[in-house]
């Protein structure tokens, strides 16, 4: 871990901190409208000017068709009339253009709120994807830069006057856009001399960003611009706050600008003393080192370290008529990780349902039984071993199901779920039929999570690669479902002696003997992920990486179906 002494008194150089003003590209755009509505009102005219080091680069313009009569008191305003639009192209037509013109540019307006609101919408409207620029709102800079003595209003046609600008602001969109553009050119002479020299620096002197916020930006300084992990630092070294980057010091500068609205997050902010950082090789090891960082330190301002033990197991207890009991710790043959108990006792229901597992939680003696039957047993759904009305050899069977259907081994009773689901929806009993759904999808989820999590855990080495996007190789060395190394090969470098050196110096793993390996549920999810993308590629294992024939993998594509049926209940259950 690195850590840095006096960050506060690092300044950066200005090409550090972004894009400079005199490379950035601004498309200032003003607009005409019918109204102040964007979703009811249209736009009657628009005007940009892209600028860039104090220079035009070109200039877009025309009048709107808004397919519908323009108001008096807006073409008293604007002096544009219904005859002088009646030619004019639609919208529609004129979008396409302006978003080519305007593409990878930062937005500027006088007012941008009003303008970006009718741009949005009309993206919305015609199918065109908002491609969400930085934007500036000469408006909140002048408010920010200029004092009420010296301009009263921030009106245009005040501020044109008070910069000089060469063009009279009229209500006419180019007219108006080209004098924004003097105004904006003012206003980035103001903010230049008090060392506002990159774009990134224009946001952060927003008025959103707090004092503190602004006073430690130095402590990025030292950052490099390379993956890994974060650290903010209390005055007590104790951690704050961690977090993962594929660009360390991008990543924490946001901190320290306008785009940190989060007031724990700025809270955190005005705590920390420094920022210490781990460099990773690539972002599945800057994960897996955030999981055990929040794991190690619990800092106080990580929402996932409020309850970090918040997964879930599903256990037959060990007693003769055996139940199932949700507990926090994994033993061997229990079903999990589940994320929640409330999805636990989820899957408790449905295993009962399709395995017969007895539902009370009373012990049962097996030879003294002394219950009396419950409801569940005149319903037919429990055969009350609880009043000697089942014995043990008549319930084994049960728990074997269980046992089977939880290691991969049995389907079978998905299939019988599934075919009482299609018999109440063919008797019309569609209620019914969806508690049934419901009940099969959420045991299905956990199943195959469970069996396909148990099944990377399982294996003693996996060493896995991705290509780096630049002709070299992210490699990762997975020992029973735990990140033990990680490394890359560039362009030009050789791959399999980098495996080798990453094979030799990984971590040595020890197994446990429950059903992940011992192994953290958010580790071996997360690295599982990253061994599912298209386009990573196994190198070599030290046994084949396989699941159960009849594991729940197979009902997938059943799954795939039902979550579509009903998109709200996917994102509950999850």
């Known amino acids: 871990m690195t850590t840095a002494s006096e960050t506060t008194q690092v300044q950066l150089a200005f090409d550090e901190l972004g894009t400079p003003l005199r490379d950035t590209t601004f498309?200032?755009?003003?607009?005409?409208?019918t109204g102040g509505s964007a979703e009811q009102d249209a736009i009657t005219e628009i005007g940009a000017v892209k600028v860039?080091?104090?220079?035009?680069?070109?200039?877009?313009?025309?009048?709107?068709?808004?397919?519908?009569?323009?108001?008096?008191?807006?073409?008293s305003i604007?002096?544009?009339?219904?005859?002088?639009?009646?030619?004019?192209?639609?919208?529609e037509h004129v979008l396409p253009a302006f978003l080519e013109f305007a593409s990878g540019a930062v937005f500027v307006a006088h007012n941008s709120g009003f303008d970006m609101t009718f741009l949005k919408e009309a993206c919305k409207r015609y199918g065109y994807p908002w491609p969400k620029p930085a934007v500036v709102c000469t408006v909140k800079l002048a408010r920010r830069v200029l004092t009420r003595?010296?301009?009263?209003?921030?009106?245009?046609?005040?501020?044109?006057?008070?910069?000089?600008?060469?063009?009279?602001?009229?209500?006419?969109?180019?007219?108006?856009?080209?004098?924004?553009?003097?105004?904006?050119?003012?206003?980035?002479?103001?903010?230049?001399?008090?060392?506002?020299?990159?774009?990134?620096?224009?946001m952060d002197y927003l008025p959103e960003v707090t004092a503190t916020q602004r006073r430690k930006r130095g402590m990025a300084a030292h950052l490099p611009e390379e993956p890994g992990v974060y650290l903010f630092m209390g005055p007590r070294e104790e951690v704050l706050y961690v977090g993962t980057a594929t660009n360390l010091r991008r990543r924490v500068r946001q901190y320290f600008t306008a785009s940190e609205t989060r007031p724990r997050l700025r809270e955190m902010v005005a705590l920390a003393s420094r920022v210490d950082f781990v460099t990773c090789a690539h972002p599945l090891e800057a994960q897996v080192r955030e999981l055990r960082l929040l794991s190690a330190h619990k800092p106080?301002?990580?929402?996932?370290?409020?309850?970090?033990?918040?997964?879930?197991?599903?256990?037959?207890?060990?007693?003769?008529?055996?139940?199932?009991?949700?507990?926090?710790?994994?033993?061997?043959?229990?079903?999990?990780?589940?994320?929640?108990?409330?999805m636990a006792d989820d899957v408790v229901?449905?295993?009962?349902?399709?395995?017969?597992?007895?539902?009370?939680?009373?012990?049962?003696?097996?030879?003294?039984?002394?219950?009396?039957p419950c409801a569940l047993a005149e319903l037919h759904r429990c055969q009350a071993p609880c009043a000697g009305r089942q014995s043990v050899e008549e319930y084994a069977p049960f728990v074997v199901t269980a046992q089977e259907l939880v290691a991969g081994l049995r389907t079978r009773p998905l299939a019988e779920l599934a075919s009482r689901m299609e018999v109440?929806?063919?008797?019309?009993?569609?209620?019914?039929?969806?508690?049934?759904?419901?009940?099969?999808?959420?045991?299905?989820?956990?199943?195959?999570?469970?069996?396909?999590?148990?099944?990377?855990?399982?294996?003693?080495?996996?060493?896995?690669?991705?290509?780096?996007?630049?002709?070299?190789?992210?490699?990762?060395?997975?020992?029973?479902?735990?990140?033990?190394?990680?490394?890359?090969?560039p362009r030009g470098v050789r791959p399999m002696p980098v495996v080798a050196q990453l094979v030799a110096a990984a971590e040595t793993v020890l197994p446990s003997d429950d059903p992940l390996r011992g192994a953290s549920p958010e580790e071996l999810g997360v690295v599982l992920r990253w061994l599912d993308q298209p386009g990573t590629r196994l190198v070599q294992t030290s046994e084949p990486w396989w699941q159960p024939v009849r594991s729940a993998g197979r009902w997938r594509s059943?799954?795939?179906?039902?979550?579509?049926?009903?998109?709200?209940?996917?994102?509950?259950?999850?």
Not at 463 to 477: I, M, P, Q, T, Y
Not at 561 to 570: N, W
Request: proline content about 6%; charged content about 25%.
């Open 78 to 91: 604007t002096g544009i009339t219904d005859a002088m639009v009646s030619a004019a192209p639609t919208f």
């Open 424 to 489: 109440l929806a063919q008797a019309q009993r569609y209620e019914q039929a969806a508690v049934e759904r419901d009940r099969l999808a959420v045991l299905v989820r956990a199943l195959d999570r469970a069996q396909r999590l148990g099944s990377l855990a399982a294996l003693a080495e996996v060493v896995a690669a991705r290509s780096d996007g630049k002709g070299g190789w992210l490699f990762a060395v997975i020992r029973y479902g735990r990140l033990a190394s990680a490394g890359v090969a």
């Open 349 to 372: 229901l449905a295993l009962q349902e399709v395995t017969g597992i007895r539902p009370c939680t009373q012990r049962i003696s097996a030879t003294r039984p002394t219950g009396k």
């Open 27 to 33: 498309v200032v755009v003003d607009l005409e409208t």
């Open 558 to 574: 059943w799954l795939a179906r039902a979550e579509a049926a009903v998109p709200r209940q996917r994102t509950t259950s999850e």
């Open 52 to 75: 860039r080091g104090g220079e035009v680069l070109g200039e877009f313009a025309t009048l709107v068709d808004p397919g519908r009569g323009i108001p008096p008191e807006i073409v």
């Open 300 to 342: 106080s301002y990580n929402r996932r370290s409020r309850n970090p033990n918040h997964s879930w197991w599903l256990t037959l207890t060990d007693e003769p008529f055996p139940r199932l009991s949700v507990v926090r710790t994994p033993r061997p043959g229990a079903l999990g990780p589940i994320r929640s108990r409330r």
């Open 149 to 202: 003595d010296e301009a009263p209003s921030c009106r245009l046609s005040a501020l044109a006057q008070l910069f000089h600008a060469r063009t009279t602001p009229n209500h006419r969109a180019l007219a108006d856009a080209r004098a924004t553009v003097d105004v904006l050119h003012g206003l980035l002479e103001r903010v230049g001399s008090i060392g506002v020299q990159s774009l990134e620096e224009l």
